[in-house]
Each structure stands twice: as C-alpha cells, then as structure tokens.
C-alpha cells in the first residue's frame, strides 16, 4: 500500500515539474511568436499596424506565381493563343 502511494506521489511530482518545465520554456520563447508541444507555432500577435499591412500588400512575390502547366499540346498553344488575342481589338465588332 505503501508503495501505490509512492507512486502516486512521484506522479504528481513529475506532472508538477513537467508542467513548470513548459512554463518556463513558454516564458523564454519569444513574446509574439510561441511553439506548442506539437511543433505549431503560434503568433500571439492580434493587431497589425498599417505599416505592416502596407509592406505586406506591396510584396506579392511569394503569393503570385506562375502557374505550372504540363508540357504543352497542341490544343493547350491554340487556348493560350486565343486568350492571348481575345481583347486585344475591342474597337471590331462581333457578329
């Protein structure tokens, strides 16, 4: 009986140590950005400045790309062609 209780106690003991061990690690991440136990990190951050959003829409280059398209058919160059030139003379008329 004695020793169930031991047991139990080293549990408590290790949870206790454990927990205060994640704690620390939390209080010596970052402020804004935080890895949880499952390896997400997590930005505490909740208001973004102008400056940031500005900077943020001004910079597409990691968003935009070109699509990756297979090797070209025959029909794949007559579609690009045709989308290529369908505004290019508005002024005709269409019938």
């Known amino acids: 009986m004695s020793q169930?209780?031991?047991r139990d106690?080293?549990?408590k003991r290790s949870r206790?140590?454990?927990?205060d061990v994640y704690r620390q690690r939390e209080n010596q991440s970052s402020t804004n950005v935080a890895q949880?136990?499952?390896g997400l990190i997590i930005d505490n951050e909740t208001a973004l400045s102008s400056?940031?959003?500005k900077e943020q829409l001004n910079?597409?280059?990691?968003?935009i790309?070109?699509?990756i398209i297979e090797v070209p058919t025959k029909h794949l160059l007559y579609v690009k062609e045709l989308g290529d030139n369908l505004f290019v003379s508005l002024?005709?008329?269409i019938i």
Request: charged share 15%; net charge negative.
């Open 59 to 63: 910079s597409v280059d990691d968003i």
């Open 4 to 6: 169930t209780n031991n």
């Open 51 to 53: 400056e940031i959003i």
């Open 36 to 38: 949880t136990q499952s």
């Open 9 to 11: 106690g080293s549990n």
């Open 16 to 19: 206790i140590l454990s927990s």
């Open 91 to 93: 002024s005709t008329k």
């Open 65 to 67: 790309t070109q699509a």
